[in-house]
């Protein structure tokens, strides 16, 4: 169970609906604990975990479900899957397949709630006031510093009630506070924590005969004392990181983004809003359903993991493990004390780089998981080309003049295609280039010995100044369709191509674009970049 930011380092947590007894759905959703950990404290406090630091004087940037008043005092929010947004509710739609009747649905809502810690300094007359920091006799710093409690509410209910109308319970958490008196008399910390009113509605919907859509809705139901406070005071009856896990007996969940043959409509049909519900599992689980379902304000791909040479949070999941130990092992000891005192989560991450083993360490220096065992060559087939790394390696490649086979169509420079984007594990950048028509620039081999095409799309505006610079997108061969063209053309940014035209990027004495020819002006010649730089991959 998550650590809280306070003294306890125990969660809240409310149990609901309890004629439901769990039926297996824990072991479900202990699967996915340390992704959902993850994504509940992802940016809580970020290196060097400092509260003077710039970065942690603005938080909570993910899945924030603040008071409706204060969020649309300006206008209603906008609706989208991304949780960066500010909102006052999320909503969860996911496909379910019910093995027999008597199916149960489990939710779990888990979030953080503000926790502010105000250090007091004991006055000469007996009371005491508030201060930013305090250092007592025993050398300790104690800061006033917003932390952060988690809390889960877990919900049941069976399927055939879901069926039969939406199903709701609160989902909130009352107020709080905790006073920790200080050594030696130098004052006390206070912790206060303000009522969060939240509620969870859970609906289904019945598609197939075995197939159900299942909308899971939270909302924040309270009011903003004022709507117009600062954000960091709203912030104090808000949901901060609010995430979904989604389990039940007897249920098989249903990939969203791969979903199986002919459900592929039923998945488009799901709408959901500042979440986005992925499998969840173990590496080794495939295929296109699951036992439980993650619902969160970060986009991740179905069953995402967390490294297993990770030996602790660091609050970044988007960095280096590596790279974030080190920097933290270089902290002066004033940085580091000034860590401690801002924040008990901060303080175990010290504590955990300053003691790390060697061989623990060494682990987070990488790891090779895509290796698979060498395949001999079939007989007769054409000798291997020399590794990349040896010399030769390259000899015989042209990007801009090779061509490869698609479809029996030979594709190379110029060759108009349609990009078709393989469905699962397609760069989400490329899925929103699909259908649409490119033109080839160049065909690459990277050192893996896989192929790859750089193309600018066609109805790109800046596609030939991405073509002159060599700024381009890729795809593999299997991800594109040749299309007829009555004339070629050049790739965009190398001059036009006609029936007396060159290969692109070859002139007509042999020579590489990038020296000018004796006819051309200086000026002229510039209009073009050199090979070396059109052709490079970039990222």
């Not at 007894?21 to 940016?43: C, I, K, M, N, Q």
């Not at 989604?246 to 500042?274: H, K, M, T, W, Y």
């Not at 008990?344 to 955990?352: T, V």
């Not at 381009?472 to 001059?495: M, T």
Request: with cysteine.
């Amino acid at each position: 169970m998550p650590e809280s930011g306070g003294v306890g380092g125990v969660a809240d947590v409310v149990l609901t609906v309890g004629d439901t007894p769990d039926g297996g759905s824990g072991g479900a959703f202990a699967r996915v604990s340390g992704v959902a950990d993850a994504v509940l404290y992802e940016g809580y406090l970020l290196y060097p975990y400092r509260r003077s630091s710039a970065k942690n004087r603005v938080r909570w940037q993910f899945g924030v479900l603040l008071p409706r008043d204060w969020v649309e005092a300006d206008g209603p929010v906008v609706p989208g899957v991304s949780g960066s947004a500010d909102s006052w509710y999320q909503r969860t739609e996911c496909l379910v397949r019910a093995r027999r009747p008597g199916a149960v649905v489990r939710v779990r809502l888990r979030y953080l709630r503000m926790q502010h810690k105000q250090v007091r300094a004991a006055g000469p007359d007996g009371r005491d006031l508030p201060v930013e920091s305090l250092r007592t006799e025993d050398g300790r710093d104690h800061l006033t510093f917003d932390e952060a409690v988690p809390h889960e509410v877990d919900l049941a209910w069976p399927l055939a009630d879901l069926l039969r109308g939406e199903c709701g319970a609160d989902a909130g958490a009352p107020a709080g506070e905790e006073t920790e008196v200080l050594p030696g008399g130098a004052g006390r910390v206070v912790r206060r924590r303000e009522e969060i009113r939240a509620r969870t509605a859970v609906v289904a919907e019945r598609l197939t005969e075995d197939v159900y859509r299942l909308r899971v809705r939270t909302e924040n139901t309270g009011r903003a004392p004022d709507v117009r406070a600062v954000r960091g005071e709203a912030l104090r009856h808000a949901l901060l990181a609010a995430h979904t896990l989604i389990g039940g007996e007897d249920l098989e969940f249903v990939s969203l983004v791969d979903p199986p043959a002919g459900l592929e409509d039923q998945a488009r049909g799901c709408v959901n809003e500042f979440t986005y519900p992925v499998l969840g599992g173990a590496p080794e689980d495939t295929g296109p359903t699951g036992p439980v379902v993650l619902s969160c304000p970060i986009i991740l791909p179905d069953r995402p993991q967390v490294a297993p040479e990770s030996p602790g949070d660091l609050h970044d999941a988007a960095e280096i493990d590596e790279i974030l130990t080190l920097r933290t092992m270089l902290l002066t000891d004033e940085e580091k004390a000034e860590a401690r005192a801002t924040d008990p989560r901060a303080a175990r991450i010290l504590d955990r780089v300053d003691t790390m083993p060697p061989e623990v360490f060494a682990r987070l220096h990488g790891a090779i998981r895509s290796l698979t065992p060498a395949r001999p060559a079939p007989a007769g087939a054409p000798a291997a080309r020399p590794a990349w790394w040896q010399e030769g390696a390259d000899d015989g490649l042209s990007p801009a003049t090779d061509t490869i086979v698609v479809d029996g169509v030979d594709v190379g420079g110029g060759s108009p295609v349609r990009l078709r984007p393989r469905g699962r594990g397609a760069d989400a950048q490329d899925m929103f280039l699909a259908g649409r028509t490119a033109r080839v620039a160049a065909v690459f081999h990277d050192v893996d010995g896989s192929t790859h095409l750089a193309v600018t799309v066609d109805d790109d505006p800046a596609a030939e100044l991405h073509g002159w610079y060599g700024r381009f997108h890729y795809f593999r061969p299997d991800e594109v369709e040749p299309l007829d063209s009555v004339e070629p053309v050049a790739p965009p940014g190398r001059g036009p191509r006609g029936t007396d035209a060159r290969p692109a990027g070859r002139r007509r004495d042999g020579s590489m674009d990038g020296a000018t020819d004796a006819s051309e002006t200086p000026a002229q010649g510039a209009g073009r970049l050199p090979d070396r730089l059109q052709q490079r991959p970039t990222t």
